[in-house]
């Protein structure tokens, strides 16, 4: 049996549709997870705990995907109302529900990897904090190998790219304090936190570039993938 991985989705309004508000996946994420030989399941939007806790126990492994900003009050009891300008596309849902989905993760010791989004999400669900707004990570070309970075601990996701250094870059927030348990295993040039690791877990990694838009492009991010995968099949 091949690994059943969820992946979470983000709410977008259809204007065209009755039922309006509906849950979006890009095909890049599940079709990274099926090349890399898992069966990908979007789940939907939902706040509902028992639901939830449904899939963290028949689901072998969580892809957290990109999206809009994490809700402040998330990580930060006050932000200035300059910076609170600064955050975009936040959905209270979602940051609940993801938030929920990374800690039952993190007890039953399930895999999870984080994608854009998912690293700053995944980095607020264990007490860390954001940069609201960075700039020179916003690169309208998807697929663009954007910046460098450096890894700087020899962790699994180094490993699993063979030490690949150049990255795309669509983002405009960033891990800042991290959480307890993390390491951060890369860094941009300027400093900004690239991937990160939680040493102790069978696997909870997340990067801040996006490997799913370069699986076709270069062999090292399907490598990711492949690495992600197989470390959901190990838990069967
Ligand atoms: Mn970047």
């Not at 204007?15 to 030989?37: H, K, L, N, T």
């Not at 936190?193 to 939680?198: F, G, L, P, S, T």
Request: hydrophobic share 40%; glycine share 10%; net charge positive.
């Amino acid at each position: 049996m091949k690994p059943v991985i969820a992946i979470t989705p983000e709410a977008i309004t259809l204007p065209s549709r009755i039922d309006g508000r509906g849950s979006f996946c890009g095909v890049s994420y599940s079709q990274a997870i099926e090349m890399a030989g898992g069966v990908p399941l979007i789940v939907p939007l939902t706040r509902d705990r028992r639901v939830l806790d449904h899939y963290v126990d028949s689901c072998d492994g969580w892809l957290l995907t990109g999206g809009g900003d994490v809700e402040a009050k998330c990580y930060t009891p006050r932000m200035s109302a300059a910076s609170r300008k600064k955050i975009r596309g936040a959905d209270e849902a979602r940051d609940e529900m993801e938030i929920y989905v990374l800690r039952r993760v993190a007890e039953r010791d399930r895999p999870a990897f984080g994608i854009c989004r998912g690293i700053q999400v995944m980095n607020v669900a264990f007490g860390g904090t954001l940069i609201p707004h960075v700039d020179g990570h916003h690169n309208p070309k998807p697929d663009a190998l954007a910046h460098r970075i450096e890894w700087t601990k020899g962790g699994r996701l180094q490993k699993a790219m063979g030490g690949f250094d150049r990255v795309n870059t669509s983002h405009h927030q960033a891990v800042d304090r991290v959480a307890r348990g993390f390491e951060v295993v890369a860094r941009a040039p300027d400093g900004i936190i690239e991937a990160m690791e939680k040493s102790e877990a069978r696997y909870c990694c997340a990067v801040q570039f996006h490997p799913e838009r370069l699986v076709k492009r270069a062999p090292e991010f399907l490598d990711l993938f492949r690495d992600f995968v197989k470390a959901c099949r190990s838990g069967r």
